[in-house]
């Protein structure tokens, strides 16, 4: 139990049901923590605080298990595990949500009692009141630093408590869209400018296929997205682009700007993957040379 | 008379009334012709082929006349100018066009008598029927370098003539949501592809604020969009793009890729000034340091 935990991730781990114009997909492995701490394991061990339900596939967790992820924060509930019902079409950019059961997650209480409370923690996408309570518990002003991401439905039903979260975060990683309607700004650059003044130092935009803008205290990276032929299931490219982004920055403990900006390539090549496969598929499949390998087609396929 | 032609543009030479959420220009110097040379300007001289009517104004064309523009292709009509009259509202990325007048457009019948054909020569945005015209007398196969651009409408209305004319051309400048419409493939690498296989060897995707995407033969370049805080009036920056980048190219005469990726990467920069004021305002406060300046700004910020 005195595991030291350099990461980790609050979030959903789910089971999704999958449409998109390649095939479609029953029960996948789904949720943002599933996807985060997959994702984050190559770089550093990282801990799951989430909840499942009586119904969760045993398969699914041993997928997690056979990695560097600390379960024993997964809590264990009756009733049914978290459902997400989903389908893209042609614009493989933007999810169309057809079903959400919230089930287990809507009596989710997360008690976190880290022997040493993390020093990197991510907050998922969920109700800013449980963002608020992982923070009260292992967050500011303990972790080092401490990321969050949020979804139209949170910034329109939950404004004031999502300002509160941003208000104790060092870094949000957030849609265009979501950045757009969160600051009230068409502009990406300003948009960025005023979620920092709300407190996150660092504000990370994904734009999907176009890439994604950091915004560091004034300085900005522009990275625009690895050219894919084929996008086979976009879901899960968000969460594996932050858990590669903060697991690299848990790795190396570096919260610079250059090293910022090496991990947020990093969560790009993640997301690359991701997206080549339904659920984790292509994630499992894959090794740290690939990685370093796409990482560095990468860089000289952007270089002029 | 016996002047050397490098690179020659046909289109538009216009009038426009442009709003803005900063502001409103009534009668604006505008045009694809006029942007383009313009741009092209700082890198070499560019002749215009392209028509105005009795009411264009002299102040506009002594714009251009203080530049290596080459305007004895112009035609003089009688009759009214180009005009074009739109609106850009909350999400800059589009136009709202809210009136076109066509003028003296609709009996413009380009008749090209260069002593010696350019060897570069840019098609804008006009009616294929009026490209293939140009192609037979200055085109393929006597220009070395040729490249066109097109829009939804004549994607539309005249595709077999479009797609005549893709099969003469060596490169396309084209927007995002006409490269998808043009190809019928949301996805924009195998849009490229495709739009590549029926002609053009080089294929430029403009997508705005998302920057561009280049492909050349199998080889991709992804250039993010050059981070600007205010973008005070988008027209003329597709035109001043493919301006500066056929300039470039022009100038230094050298078609690799590495090359033409720098030609990309000062077409984004030569864009990034065209936004920042109403028509080609900031352009004529420009001057080629500025223009070095910027470019060595965002290779330093694209790096990683």
């Not at 408590?161 to 757009?180: F, M, P, S, T």
């Not at 086979?232 to 858990?243: L, Q, R, W």
Request: net charge neutral; charged share 25%.
């Amino acid at each position: 139990m005195s595991k030291t935990n350099p990461l980790a991730v609050i979030g959903t781990v789910a089971i999704d049901e999958v449409e998109t114009p390649f095939g479609k997909r029953d029960r996948a492995f789904g949720g943002s923590a599933s996807y985060f701490s997959y994702a984050a394991s190559f770089f550093t061990p990282v801990s799951v605080v989430a909840v499942v339900g009586k119904d969760f596939p045993k398969d699914f967790l041993s997928i997690l298990e056979g990695r560097p992820i600390d379960l024993s924060h997964l809590e264990h509930s009756d009733g049914k595990t978290f459902f997400w019902r989903g389908r893209y079409r042609y614009d493989m950019n933007a999810a169309e949500t057809l079903e959400t059961q919230l089930n287990v997650l809507t009596e989710f209480n997360p008690k976190l009692n880290f022997n040493s409370p993390p020093d990197f923690l991510f907050l998922a996408n969920i109700d800013p009141v449980l963002q608020e309570k992982v923070l009260d518990q292992a967050g500011k002003p303990k972790a080092r630093f401490v990321a969050c991401d949020t979804m139209n439905f949170w910034i329109e039903k939950k404004r004031p408590e999502l300002i509160r979260v941003l208000a104790r975060v060092d870094g949000i990683i957030i849609n265009e869209n979501e950045a757009r309607q969160l600051a009230g700004e068409a502009n990406l650059i300003r948009a960025a400018q005023k979620i920092h003044s709300w407190g996150p130092a660092k504000v990370v935009i994904k734009k999907g296929e176009h890439g994604v803008l950091l915004f560091d205290q004034g300085q900005f990276f522009p990275l625009p997205g690895y050219p894919l032929e084929t996008v086979f299931d976009p879901t899960g490219a968000g969460d594996s682009f932050a858990g590669a982004l903060m697991g690299y920055l848990a790795k190396t403990g570096d919260l610079s700007f250059e090293n910022l900006k090496k991990a947020v390539a990093y969560g790009a090549v993640m997301a690359s993957f991701t997206v080549e496969d339904f659920s984790l598929d292509r994630l499992r499949r894959l090794d740290f040379g690939q990685i370093e390998e796409r990482l560095a087609i990468f860089r000289r396929l952007c270089s002029f």
